[in-house]
């Protein structure tokens, strides 16, 4: 098997789907994981095109682990990104690892409904949108200050609100407050 070569961060063309796995399956050779032997690489690639790695990082105190798309995500938020179109993880699993629920959620927070893609062992792949990862996703617009002054609401991007689960929550909450 030929190793995955390194592709210079943050190029500014956007990149194909193969090229990027390429770049997650590089970074995965930089996971620190001692305690669980299970390296995982991760890309998250940006709106302008540009992207950013990530590898698992692990602790002796195992509850300080840092997953690999966290790495990848923070290291995006911490340049200015916000905007973003997939995020890319390689792992040697037999099945394509999807990210845990803590990156989920994270995930969400900044990234809304895009795309997540897994490649696993000799190149086995799965394909997600988040939302169907996250369905009813806890969020900004699911607190009580973000209901009623939504319009001045930060989160940056639009797609939170394609979620036909969100509207149909959202109409709820609306027709509730009207029968009051
Ligand atoms: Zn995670």
Redesign the pocket.
């Known amino acids: 098997m030929t190793q995955p070569q390194p592709v210079e961060p943050s190029a500014t063309a956007a990149l194909s789907d193969e090229a990027l796995v390429a770049a997650a399956q590089a970074a995965r050779r930089h996971a620190y994981a001692p305690y669980s032997q299970f390296s995982v690489g991760a890309v998250v690639q940006t709106r302008s095109g540009r992207f950013y790695t990530g590898c698992n990082i692990e602790n002796a105190s195992f509850g300080l682990t840092v ?4 790495v990848a995500l923070f290291k995006a938020l911490s340049e200015g990104e916000r905007a973003f179109r997939a995020v890319i993880i390689a792992t040697e699993a037999a099945t394509p690892t999807p ?6 959620q994270i995930l969400w927070e900044f990234c809304g409904d895009i795309r997540v893609i897994s490649v696993g062992w000799q190149g086995a792949t799965a394909e997600w949108p988040l939302g169907a990862l996250l369905p009813a996703a806890f969020d900004a617009l699911s607190l009580p200050a973000r209901q009623s002054a939504e319009a001045s609401a930060p989160p940056p991007r639009t797609q939170r609100r394609k979620r036909s689960g969100r509207r149909v929550r959202e109409s709820a909450a609306a027709s509730g407050r009207a029968a009051r």
Do not use: K, L
Not at 67 to 70: I, L, M, N, Q, V
Not at 99 to 104: D, T
């Open positions: 997953c690999a798309e966290r990210p845990c629920g803590a990156c989920r």
